[in-house]
T-cell receptor, first 111, second 116 residues
């Protein structure tokens, strides 16, 4: 059974600092890994999708890496802004046509 | 290109009642999945539909059922509501029978269900 863990559960940083969010998964037989952002009480916004054959994806200030063999992914957010405050979720796509989510990391960027 | 839309946005029901939640998938998508997200937790997979047939189900009891229509919109039905069913219900759409395998998912804004 696939299990996805995100550490830390919460993170507070001053504006301008780089953010590093970690995601680990137990079964390396994945199709892809997707990072989402969720604002309080809202739905999920897709940030980056990394296919299992890829090592990383980049979009603007965001960069996500994937190491299947070690079961890890890292989301980097450069030069954080107060608008980056949200919960960040990683999810693994695998057989069974479902995503398995981690519990999320709640981020607060202080002005 | 429209995204995934869900209705209603909020709903309050009494324990034992039945509820129907609705979802319109993103244009061009033929796969719809439903997830339940309890407060402070990650979403949990309920089931997935591809071309009107269920093709994947999570660890949820049979009182959670669904439908997908020819236009690929979908409904989630929950019978005999329990207090623990209170959660944010998310609909996600993708393309292809193995939606998770190729294109990732686009999520709607969710329906907040409160059972009292």
């Amino acid at each position: 059974k696939q299990e996805v863990t995100q550490i830390p559960a919460a993170l507070s940083v001053p504006e301008g600092e780089n953010l590093v969010l970690n995601c680990s998964f137990t079964d390396s037989a994945i199709y892809n890994l997707q990072w989402f952002r969720q604002d309080p009480g809202k739905g999920l916004t897709s940030l980056l999708l990394i296919q299992s054959s890829q090592r990383e994806q980049t979009s603007g200030r965001l960069n996500a890496s994937l190491d299947k063999s070690s079961g890890r992914s890292t989301l980097y957010i450069a030069a954080s802004q107060p608008g980056d405050s949200a919960t960040y979720l990683c999810a693994v796509g695998a057989a069974g046509n479902k995503l398995t989510f981690g519990g999320g990391t709640r981020v607060l960027v202080k002005p | 290109e429209t995204g995934v839309t869900q209705s209603p946005t909020h709903l309050i029901k009494t324990r034992g009642q039945q509820v129907t939640l609705r979802c319109s998938s993103q244009s061009g998508h033929n796969t719809v999945s439903w997830y339940q997200q309890a407060l402070g937790q990650g979403p949990q997979f309920i089931f997935q539909y591809y071309r009107e047939e269920e093709n994947g189900r999570g660890n949820f009891p049979p009182r959670f059922s669904g439908l997908q229509f020819p236009n690929y919109s979908s409904e989630l039905n929950v019978n005999a509501l329990e207090l623990d069913d209170s959660a944010l219900y998310l609909c996600a759409s993708s393309t292809g029978r193995l939606g998770a395998s190729n294109y990732g998912y686009t999520f709607g804004s969710g329906t907040r269900l409160t059972v009292v």
